[in-house]
T-cell receptor, first 113, second 114 residues
Framework: DAGVTQSPTHLIKTRGQQVTLRCSPI?????VSWYQQVLGQGPQFIFQ???????GRGNFPDRFSARQFPNYSSELNVNALLLGDSALYLC????????????FGQGTRLTVV | AQKITQTQPGMFVQEKEAVTLDCTYD???????LFWYKQPSSGEMIFLIY??????QNATEGRYSLNFQKARKSANLVISASQLGDSAMYFC???????????FGTGTRLKVLA
């Protein structure tokens, strides 16, 4: 069975640009969460979606947005990129929204120059 | 506020030896879950082991065991018979029951020596 897949794996953008990251959850998983991992730190929670509804949002500015599609895949959008947005962006899926372990993808490494 | 603390930025262990990675947590919720994840250089977070706050016994998964001391709010990961492939970053994480958000520590980089 395929695990969580994310695309692209690497991305270089210029300050001020916009970026869209994509995530396909494990088949049968209805919950997708996004995390930002800055170099040398643990992942920080950005969003969680369950059954196509936003169920949680972390302490990130409105430049960050996301959505979940009917097939449970998800996109994370970041507008007006800043140098500080350079990070590994991880997507995690789980069967339900709560009380189940999350399975992570390999991440998208975003570099803002 | 919930918090995870990992005080060991880096650890070395000899191949085939056991190693303990420390994790302490802080929460006021009586119901929560504790997790350990392994992150190789490729970036993917690999789930290793889970311990629920009401579990009476320490969790074990193959060579991984979790030393859960609730009164001390610690959840240390023990890796037995270390292998070269165990070299990676290890993250402790907590999730309060009924929530969807994981709180991660800053991680411990483990290096297994041949």
């Amino acid at each position: 069975d395929a695990g969580v897949t994310q695309s692209p794996t690497h991305l270089i953008k210029t300050r001020g640009q916009q970026v869209t990251l994509r995530c396909s959850p494990i088949s049968g998983h209805k919950s997708v969460s996004w995390y930002q991992q800055v170099l040398g730190q643990g992942p920080q929670f950005i969003f969680q979606y369950y059954e196509k509804e936003e169920r949680g949002r972390g302490n990130f500015p409105d430049r960050f947005s996301a959505r979940q599609f009917p097939n449970y895949s998800s996109e994370l959008n970041v507008n007006a990129l800043l140098l500080g947005d350079s990070a590994l962006y991880l997507c995690a899926s789980s069967i339900r929204g709560v009380n189940t372990e999350a399975f992570f993808g390999q991440g998208t490494r975003l570099t803002v120059v | 506020a919930q918090k995870i603390t990992q005080t060991q930025p880096g650890m070395f262990v000899q191949e085939k030896e056991a190693v303990t990675l420390d994790c302490t947590y802080d929460t006021s919720d009586p119901s929560y879950g504790l997790f350990w994840y392994k992150q190789p250089s490729s970036g993917e977070m690999i789930f290793l082991i889970y311990q629920g706050s009401y579990d009476q016994q320490n969790a074990t998964e193959g060579r991984y065991s979790l030393n859960f001391q609730k009164a001390r709010k610690s959840a240390n990961l023990v890796i037995s018979a270390s292998q070269l492939g165990d070299s990676a970053m290890y993250f402790c994480a907590m999730r309060e029951t009924g929530t969807y958000k994981y709180i991660f520590g800053t991680g411990t980089r483990l290096k297994v020596l041949a």
